[in-house]
């Protein structure tokens, strides 16, 4: 499967999506395979969420990671599939916690189906997920999806403890996201290593491609937050700041501005008074001290991370392909 | 560690509890070295569920089923720990669901931390409990968990489609309760069996037993959800009638009276008119009609299943100590 290309090869994500066209379908369909149940509320709701428009990056990360792996063989789309499945429990929670009335522009599952039915589809979700996993008897594969599973709920967990609390360091916050996002595509990036049966090293460099390039998307995400515009996204700005989430913007904020602002900032944010006056406040001064550029770099240096970790594989497409996806993370949407 | 003792010797509830009490101590310092954690909503909510005061009716099982499968070392402890945390993670999600104000008398967690952290917790000890299975690396272990998790949430989550649903037949109770219940029991006593490197058919007869005690334990709950008094519970009669939760006594009860008064039953339940009046209405007729000895009976009789399931046996003293728990979820506070 590995094909030399010149290093300065830059495949675009267009490119990348049509060389994954087909597995994309294969795990499409595995999804809605799995997502079937003799209890409609499991299939109904499972293909709401699953159909909202995700982008599909751990997919894409499975099939380009064993593509890479050298693996020629199907289960790269039954693992996908769980891998989605894990991340559309998360959602289905993530959703409930939040109070989020849409996702992606859409009514969101609690909306339509209630929060009981929400936190119960998550549940089953997750548990079928781990049910699929165990069942390819590999022990490697198993501690790794268990072991993401692990530090999301830790990490969503620190990210509810620190709700509303300035004093949440750089570091917490890093290791919020690492646990909540970087770790199930780390698990991904190390599936397709196992699935090729690569070394205990490549296992580990796959990976760390996978962490990095989680790290890169949810600063970015953290990021576009302050940014994006809520015809491109389904999703208003400042919506992190309302749910009293402190991300790297705001931290990078409250360090480079005036004694003064800063407590201007703390005191709104305490006070849960996030008004539109006070937001564009927020934003004029995220503005004048450059703090998404610095933030879109701190997530670039972390996409730069992420292709060191892989640079001992040779030179080919599924590498490029990857680069390719690397890259795409931070640069969406903006 | 099998002793031959004659068929009619008949252990008490006490003397079990005395065979077993250094493993049930060490299973309890197991359950709180495995709560320890970094983040404290961890080990302090996942605490204060765990001494509430449950009956610790699995421990109970694992340490009675391997030592009858001859299992002489010291796994059953820790995953003892993980079944009891994965116990503990349904109860954090069904608190929720069932916006319950309390556990047997205590505040339940989503009164002291709120909603959200108990989804969470939830998430965290099944994932916490998945990453111990799995360390393992036993297959027949895994898929038991597993399935038993995913059989749980889907009971759950059939229990919650029929909320309120007088059409639920006899049949979809049976299947919700083994579902919700009998499944982690079940997989309890399989543990034993594979500990003790049974053959594939006594794995199946220990699963069994598990299964069948799981039945009379629910059926027993739900009948005394009837008749039990305040103090003895810490809990209200007619607490699932309130919830919406149509189970067997209810179901008995409407095969049995007149119409009208079936009629007067549909209504208040549809209405959720569940008031002290109308209770009282449904308890004397639940008397009249004798359905609290009819499911009390339907109870008795998976009892005895399961007393059938391991007669295969050899008589000993764990499997007249597992006789005597089978009886006891029947008999208990009644």
């Not at 709401?48 to 428009?53: E, F, K, T, V």
């Not at 989020?100 to 522009?105: K, L, V």
């Not at 300035?166 to 699935?195: P, V």
Request: glycine share 6%.
């Amino acid at each position: 499967m590995k094909v030399a290309i010149p290093t300065n090869t830059r495949l675009t994500m267009d490119e990348v999506w049509e060389l994954c066209r087909e597995d994309l379908h294969r795990i499409e369909d595995q999804i809605h395979t799995d997502l079937k149940s003799n209890l409609s509320l499991i299939s109904v709701m499972g293909s709401h969420l699953i159909n909202s428009g995700g982008k599909r990056l751990r997919p894409l990360l499975m099939i380009l990671g064993s593509r890479l792996a050298g693996y020629t063989g199907k289960s790269h789309i039954e693992l996908a599939s769980v891998i989605e499945l894990i991340h559309a429990a998360t959602l289905f929670h993530d959703d409930v916690i939040d109070e989020a009335p849409t996702r992606r522009g859409n009514k969101t599952a609690r909306m339509l189906w209630g929060n009981q039915a929400s936190i119960l589809v998550g549940d089953y979700l997750y548990a079928k997920a781990q049910c699929t996993i165990v069942s390819f008897h590999n022990h490697d594969l198993n501690e790794s999806v268990t072991e993401a599973t692990r530090k999301m709920a830790k990490g969503e967990l620190a990210q509810l403890a620190f709700n509303g609390d300035l004093s949440i360091t750089e570091e917490d916050y890093l290791e919020i996201i690492g646990n909540k996002t970087a770790s199930l595509m780390a698990a991904t990036c190390r599936i397709g290593a196992i699935l090729g049966e690569c070394s205990t090293e490549q296992r580990d460099d796959f990976e760390l491609f996978g962490w990095n390039v989680g790290m890169a998307f949810q600063l970015a995400d953290d990021t576009l937050d302050y940014v994006a515009n809520k015809a491109k996204l389904g999703k208003s700005v400042g919506k992190d700041l309302e749910e009293g989430k402190v991300t790297l913007p705001l931290l990078a904020l409250l360090k480079r501005c005036s004694q003064n602002d800063a407590e201007k900032i703390e005191r709104l944010i305490t006070l849960s008074e996030v008004t539109e006056e006070n937001l564009s406040f927020i934003l004029n001064l995220m503005k004048e001290h450059g703090v998404i550029e610095y933030s879109m770099e701190i997530a670039r240096s972390f996409v730069e991370k992420a292709k060191k970790s892989v640079m001992l594989f040779e030179d080919s497409i599924p590498l490029q392909a990857l680069f390719t996806v690397a890259d795409y993370v931070v640069e969406r949407e903006l």
